[in-house]
């Protein structure tokens, strides 16, 4: 175990609905140390990230 951060770190996934920006989201969703802000995929627009990932922020995929 590794102690809470104490402070996080923003980020974005660009290409979130692919396979590795899935497992990108995955696994930033997962750590404490990480704040998911926001999520692009032009492919996937409007959709809800949880689509894809089921653990994941119910962020709405962007395509900009």
């Given at each position: 175990?590794?102690?809470l951060?104490?402070?996080?770190?923003?980020?974005?996934?660009?290409?979130?609905?692919?396979r590795?920006?899935?497992?990108?989201?995955?696994a930033?969703?997962?750590?404490?140390?990480?704040?998911?802000?926001?999520?692009?995929?032009?492919?996937?627009?409007?959709?809800?990230?949880?689509?894809?990932?089921?653990?994941?922020?119910?962020?709405?995929?962007?395509?900009?």
């Amino acid at each position: 175990c590794r102690p809470l951060p104490s402070t996080t770190h923003r980020v974005a996934v660009i290409g979130a609905s692919g396979r590795m920006g899935c497992e990108t989201v995955r696994a930033l969703s997962a750590d404490p140390a990480f704040d998911l802000v926001a999520v692009v995929g032009k492919s996937s627009a409007g959709r809800s990230m949880r689509e894809f990932v089921p653990t994941s922020t119910d962020l709405v995929i962007e395509d900009k």
